[in-house]
């Protein structure tokens, strides 16, 4: 059984910073790939990035350069820090891992990109 709670969501402005934050429980932590989703409103649940579980990263386009993910297996948690946030991130955030055929979801942290 895997629980993951996010946090760090909120408001803020165009061109600024907001760091997300996921803690999981469970075991064997560091042997799963990791990955943040994001669902903006009237749009498809999209993945943004994932870690693999000794730290190689991946990113869709529209957030490469500007995301990045990290993990501290020891803490099992993983974050992404997103910087140049614009209106177009807005959007409801997911933690999620999938293991063997089940599939893990956070209850999503809300962040809004707004001046």
């Known amino acids: 059984q895997v629980q993951l709670v996010e946090s760090g969501g909120g408001l803020v402005q165009p061109g600024g910073s907001l760091r997300l934050s996921c803690a999981a429980s469970?075991?064997?932590?560091?042997?799963?790939?990791m990955d943040w989703y994001r669902q903006a409103p009237g749009k498809q649940r999209e993945l943004v990035a994932r870690i693999t579980g000794i730290g190689s990263a991946a990113y869709s386009d529209p957030v490469k350069g500007r995301f990045t993910v990290s993990r501290d297996n020891a803490q099992k948690t993983v974050s992404l820090q997103m910087n140049s946030l614009n209106a177009e991130d807005t959007a409801v955030y997911y933690c999620?891992?999938?293991?063997?055929?089940?599939?893990?979801w956070g209850q999503g942290t809300l962040v809004t990109v707004s001046s």
């Open positions: 469970g075991s064997m932590f560091s042997t799963y790939a």
């Open positions: 999620h891992t999938k293991r063997n055929v089940i599939d893990y």
